[in-house]
């Protein structure tokens, strides 16, 4: 059998998922779910094997994992992605875990959910090189083992399963992705104050005041998101594309009335990918409002010890790096968020708030 998933596979799938989602780890809520993709183990398991399954690429090399490996943080340790023929991408591969906890989908937030997200690599010239969602449907309806799965989970037959059902098995998996009860979580919602090293606890303090971090990277009273799930510029390669911002943005909007999707535009188009969430958020005509140009998604600061290198387009290789920009008020542009001010820290400040980010590293990733 062709599958890389036997039947006997597949319910030890069932097993490790349900173990997965067994309860939600101290420091975060609940994951949130939509009302019509209740999570089961056995569509979790499902998603699982789709979301490893290399044959559902152009030239059968690439499945989603291959990206979000479990060995590196659920990202790929690159600065943008690479998909089918080592083509690279132009943004920085993001972690999975605990992306159920976004509001929206990619670094300009393009889609409202996991479910929508999932389908567009699969026919991104440059992730998974699929023709259409066709060719997908194809493979799958195909396998017996998957025919089972999808049966027995969205109560489909095998020529009746569409994408909705393969979107909505991935995106269920991806809810399973949660980490949290790091040395942070046991400190601050644990009780345990031996937990945090003396340089950790003050790279805390800096990072609730002096540093400003926690107005975008989020600390509640009961559970920790380290995002705000919101846009904003920090003039990260903003540069490249200032003095011809006009011509770009229309460059864009040309590819988008010709028939091209956002996804395509943003993935091959360096100078359009810096765009940010104005791809998103812009007029027909016109460019009256420049508010998001330049502006990308916070990211969770969890686990951010194991995916550098960071930003949206990888461009910094360490978290000293990140420091170092937000000390000095990060990148001038005209777009620039106000809550950007030098922040006068000293040596010591700076090394306080990197090994406290360390303390935001799980001990046991799924896997």
């Given amino acids: 059998m062709k599958h890389a998933v036997s039947a006997l596979c597949a319910a030890a799938l069932v097993l490790c998922v349900t173990a997965a989602q067994a309860k939600e780890p101290l420091g975060l809520p609940p994951v949130p779910v939509p009302a019509d993709n209740p999570q089961t183990p056995e569509k979790a398991a499902l998603g699982k094997a789709l979301f490893e399954d290399k044959r559902l690429s152009s030239d059968g090399t690439v499945s989603c994992s291959k990206c979000h490996d479990a060995g590196k943080g659920f990202a790929d340790s690159l600065p943008v ?17 605990n992306a159920a906890y976004y509001t929206t989908m990619f ?31 194809a493979i799958v309806r195909k396998d017996s083992i998957y025919a089972l799965q999808f049966k027995a989970v969205f109560g489909v037959e095998a020529s009746k399963i569409g994408m909705g059902h393969v979107t909505k098995a991935i995106a269920s998996y991806e809810r399973t992705l949660i980490s949290g009860d790091s040395p942070f979580d046991r400190y601050q919602y644990g009780g ?79 100078d359009i990918s810096q765009l940010g969430r104005v791809v998103v958020t812009i007029k027909p005509t016109g460019l ?5 140009v330049g502006r990308f998604k916070t990211p969770t600061l969890r686990n951010v010890a194991l995916t550098a290198p960071y930003m949206h387009d990888g461009s910094l290789p360490t978290l000293e790096a990140v420091v170092d920009l937000y000390n000095k008020g990060n990148e001038r542009n005209p777009m620039l968020d106000k809550l950007f001010r030098p922040l006068g820290l000293t040596d010591q400040e700076k090394a306080d708030l990197v090994v406290f980010m360390k303390t935001l590293t799980s001990p046991n990733l799924p896997q």
């Fill in 288 to 292: 009256d409002d420049t508010r998001d």
């Fill in 81 to 97: 992605g690479e998909g089918i023929n080592r083509s690279k991408g132009t943004r920085n591969t993001p972690t999975v875990l």
């Fill in 107 to 137: 670094w300009d937030g393009r889609r409202p959910s996991l479910e929508g997200q999932a389908g567009d690599p699969f026919t991104n010239s440059v992730e998974h090189g699929l023709k259409n969602h066709d060719a997908l449907l």
């Fill in 192 to 270: 345990d104050k031996s937990a945090l090293s003396a340089e950790a606890i003050r790279g805390l303090e800096l990072f609730r005041g002096k540093a400003k971090c926690s107005l975008c990277h989020t600390i509640g009273p009961t559970s920790a998101l380290f995002t705000d799930n919101n846009f904003h510029n920090l003039g990260v390669g903003f540069s490249k594309i200032e003095p011809r911002l006009y011509e770009i943005v229309n460059a864009f909007r040309s590819a988008v009335a010709g028939g091209q999707s956002v996804d395509e535009a943003v993935l091959q188009g360096s």
